[in-house]
């Protein structure tokens, strides 16, 4: 008689992934989602590929069904002191941290990873369309970050916002010119910098 394989458990793999790296204000913001393999959500797909509405229904799901789930944030400040890029993956930090329990695997979106302690992760680029962890961390990402800049427009509202989210729209420029910088835009952004400048 054969003996009975028993397989040995899943990797606990977290995707990651972020939103808001380009915009002149507001922070980047990014989730680290572990899924559960026998619970998996329909629809998962890079944020930017999704209807808002589409987003908003996928949040509350991932949020109810995923296994564990962080987001993290760097702020205008850690933005402009230690560059986007090192803030991004700050935020990163943050949010694997943020999680109850320590992942065995992570996958990023992207071809960069922060100097992490994790012994094992890899970037994926296009991961967010590829990998439903990432896909789900790219929803949530994006989600609290709107989130976010909605808030903001409320005490900005000459800026536009709610809909521009803090990139570079037409309103956007023509309220900067303007009004001049608030407190969360980006001064390390060349068109934030050069308005200071005159």
Do not use: C
């Amino acid at each position: 008689m054969n003996p009975v394989l028993v397989s040995a458990d899943p990797i606990v793999t977290a995707g990651v992934d972020e939103a808001g790296r380009g915009p002149l204000a507001g922070p980047v913001v990014a989730a680290a989602v572990i899924l559960n393999p026998d619970d998996p959500i329909v629809g998962l797909n890079d944020s930017k590929k999704l209807s808002a509405k589409r987003r908003a229904v996928l949040d509350i799901e991932i949020r109810a069904r995923a296994l564990h789930f962080g987001v993290g944030v760097a702020s205008v400040e850690e933005i402009d002191a230690i560059n986007i890029l090192q803030a991004t993956f700050l935020a990163m930090t943050r949010a694997v941290e943020a999680m109850s329990v320590e992942p065995e695997h992570i996958v990023v979106d992207g071809n960069r990873l922060p100097k992490w302690r994790y012994a094992s992760a890899e970037a994926i680029v296009g991961g967010d369309a590829l990998h439903p962890a990432i896909s789900a961390a790219s929803i949530l990402a994006k989600e609290e970050r709107d989130r976010f800049m909605a808030q903001a427009a409320l005490d900005y509202p000459h800026y536009g916002w709610a809909s521009n989210k803090g990139y570079g729209s037409a309103v956007h420029m023509a309220a900067l010119k303007e009004y001049g910088p608030t407190p969360l835009h980006r001064r390390s952004f060349a068109p934030v910098a050069q308005l200071l400048l005159l």
